[in-house]
């Protein structure tokens, strides 16, 4: 339409100049025929430019369509991992819990079985057992990491070796000895997985470690004891120690 006017004007323009061209004198049609060549020159490159525009214009109309194409692409990938992603976290929330319960399963069926003990034994390790945590509550704690430590050297599998090592970790504690402190506390929790006295030591390990100014470590082991025994005094001072600490 732009360049049907333009001609239009163009036609007018050179109509009137052969127009008046017929009265200009001689010595002067040279210099209208001069300026008839601009005016054509200049349509010639009005529609150039015109036709520029237009190429301009399609290619801009087909770059804004590659775009928008590539943009809804993106748009329908992002929904894609999104998704991906969501599956994936219930998939290894599902694998954590499966292979929680068969560890705690096996953990179980490995705890080796109390050996049986003659009346005598028996007799014997309930005695070294009772002096050990007789010399803890009167305060001889360092006579009672070495009964405590007779104990577990003499009767490991007892019932009672897990109270034992928790109370020799606690021997050590009371004489602010807390790096052997921490090791029998972990002990407990890897000899003695499904002990009550689990959630006790995880906790005197945690404040073993905020004793020596371990921060990070006693941090974890307060969120560990949080997250398995999230029921008990254990867990009530540790919710208080987390609330100071972080």
């Not at 239009?8 to 009137?16: N, Q």
């Not at 009005?46 to 770059?63: D, H, P, T, Y």
């Not at 928790?166 to 002990?187: D, M, N, P």
Request: glycine content about 4%.
């Amino acid at each position: 339409m732009k360049l049907s006017v333009w001609r239009l004007v163009l036609l007018v323009i050179l109509l009137a100049l052969f127009v008046a061209g017929c009265k200009i004198p001689l010595d002067e049609r040279q210099a209208v025929a001069e300026l008839q060549k601009k005016v054509a020159m200049l349509g010639e490159e009005l529609e150039s430019g015109a036709s520029r525009q237009q190429s301009l214009e399609q290619k801009l109309e087909a770059l804004q369509l590659r775009f928008d194409e590539a943009r809804d692409l993106l748009l329908k990938q992002g929904e894609e991992l999104q998704a991906l992603a969501g599956a994936q976290s219930v998939m290894g929330k599902r694998l954590a819990a499966k292979a929680s319960t068969e560890s705690t399963k096996a953990s179980v069926e490995l705890q080796p079985l109390p050996p049986s003990f003659s009346k005598e034994e028996e007799q014997a390790f309930e005695q070294v057992y009772s002096d050990s945590l007789a010399a803890y509550h009167n305060g001889d704690y360092e006579n009672a990491v070495k009964l405590f430590a007779a104990y577990l050297r003499d009767f490991p599998t007892t019932e009672k070796a897990a109270n034992a090592r928790y109370w020799l970790g606690e021997s050590y504690y009371s004489l602010a000895q807390y790096a052997q402190a921490i090791t029998e506390f972990k002990r407990v929790q890897k000899d003695f997985p499904v002990s009550s006295k689990v959630p006790d030591a995880l906790l005197k390990t945690a404040m073993s470690y905020e004793a020596i100014g371990g921060r990070e470590p006693a941090l974890a082991a307060y969120k560990v004891l949080l997250r398995k025994y999230p029921v008990g005094l254990s867990a009530q001072r540790a919710e208080k120690a987390l609330a100071r600490l972080e």
